[in-house]
């Protein structure tokens, strides 16, 4: 059984940064894929970035690219979200997730990841 704890988000202007961690009470060998998720009500809970922990593969949503980055420090079972220039529209509770598929066209799909953390809340004033 993987925990992942997910780090305080906060409040942050549009325009400066903020880094999320996830943290993994292990690595177990059937654990593959790292994914942060992000829900808004009334929205659905939707695909932000995921990390493979071999190769340090990435994947990312187009609505974050060039501004969020995913990376993962194996000595420490962490993940980390860097959220550069972050603007309003991303504010939401953001999960990571840990899933064993190794078939990156199905990172976007919540129901792939087995296990989750907590959600933290990211706010983005304007």
């Known amino acids: 059984h993987v925990q992942l704890v997910a780090s305080a988000g906060g409040l942050v202007q549009a325009g400066a940064s903020l880094r999320l961690s996830c943290a993994a009470s292990c690595r177990i060998f059937s654990t593959y894929v790292i994914g942060w998720f992000r829900q808004a009500p009334p929205e659905d809970r939707e695909f932000v970035a995921a990390?493979?922990?071999?190769?340090?593969?990435?994947y990312y949503t187009d609505s974050v690219k060039g501004r969020f980055t995913i990376s993962r420090d194996n000595t420490k079972n962490t993940v980390y979200l860097q959220m550069n220039s972050p603007k309003p529209e991303d504010t939401a509770v953001y999960y990571c997730a840990s899933g064993s598929l190794r078939d990156p066209t199905w990172y976007k799909n919540s129901g792939v990841y087995e296990y989750w953390g907590q959600g933290t809340q990211v706010t983005v004033s304007s």
């Open positions: 990390i493979t922990w071999i190769g340090g593969n990435t």
